[in-house]
């Protein structure tokens, strides 16, 4: 009969292939485990319980914390700069530390191997931060401000001076005309090593941004009667001429009246602000510029410093009165006011016995 037949002779031996297979299989997890064992040391160091560092650490380490980073992520950012043993002790020691979520963005110096404590507390020292610190005050024009950039940071002026000559890169609202002047909003401003002039300004234009929200900008100069571009220009004006914050909304009303009655502003610190110098000159006083407000009606071309808010908010929330005319009346900087034409030269007359012109 006919069939498959099996010869036992033609088998193949397969014990030595069984052998080989289990050896490679044993060789490849004695490599993993290895592996396992070797990384195991960092990777505790960066995301688990891997301790904590006992001493305030030594040599210096500079890190970055981006805006935004959580206290877990600025831990991950230390650890794996040897700052601190773990993220996992940072966190911990964070959580401590009530002031560890005014930790902010920036560069900082700190220590190799550090207890995550004291880490925290570095953090929280100004001394730690890596560049400048820069105050701009209320009433700075852009030419102060480029100059006080320049004194106290590392950008030159050269390259200050170009980004607000063609700011075509600040971010400046659409009814800035392309102009910088007053959308440098003052404030205290961290510059970080490296940071460019556009950086900065841009910086500046941003927190003019949020103060304008925050103050409603666009619905009060809507309810004004006036365009935002104007609240602004008013509010640079009061700004200079005020010199207490309390005076701030009697004068926005004494512009603003002024305006509606159809005189012009008659602002001295506009004309000081277009001839560069004060006190201001026969010649000055007669002159044809438009940020002549003695003589000149409506309003200057452009605003003549960088307002705070309070100035800005003083004219969005003027006083309510009938005055047209003010002076400043003594050394301390208090203002009178007057209806009439009258009234304001008796106020000269006193303000000139004060010492104050």
Known sequence: MSGLRFDLDD????????????????????????????????????FGSGGDYSGAGSGSVTVVIHDGDSV?????TLASAGVVRSSSAFTSAASMNPKARLIGPGTYRLREHMRASLA??????????????????EGFTASEIVDRLAAETSISK????????????????????GKAEGFLFPATYDVEPGESA????????????QAATDVHLAAGAKRLGLTEYQVLILASMVQAEGRLIQDYPKIASVFLNRLKA?????????????????????NDLASNSP???????????TPINSPGEAALTAVLHPAHTQDLYFVTIDKQGHTAYARTLGEFNQLVAQSRANGVQ
């Open 11 to 46: 088998d193949v031996d397969t014990s030595n292939g069984r052998r080989g297979f289990a050896l490679a299989v044993m060789g490849f997890i004695t490599v993993v485990v290895v592996l396992l064992v070797l990384l195991a040391g960092p990777v505790r160091h960066l």
């Open 72 to 76: 877990s992520t600025i831990g991950h």
């Open 120 to 137: 925290v507390s570095l953090l929280l020292n100004p001394s730690a931060r890596v560049g400048d610190r820069v105050t701009i005050p």
């Open 158 to 177: 050269a390259s200050l001076t170009a980004a607000v000559s063609e700011p075509s890169s600040l971010g400046l609202p659409p009814y800035s005309g």
């Open 198 to 209: 556009d950086s900065v300004l841009r910086a500046m234009v941003q927190a003019y941004d």
């Open 262 to 282: 159809g005189m012009p502003f008659g602002s001295d610190a506009t004309l000081v602000y277009a001839v560069g110098h004060a006190p201001l000159t026969s």
């Open 291 to 301: 940020y002549n407000t003695r003589y000149k009606t409506g309003f200057p071309p």
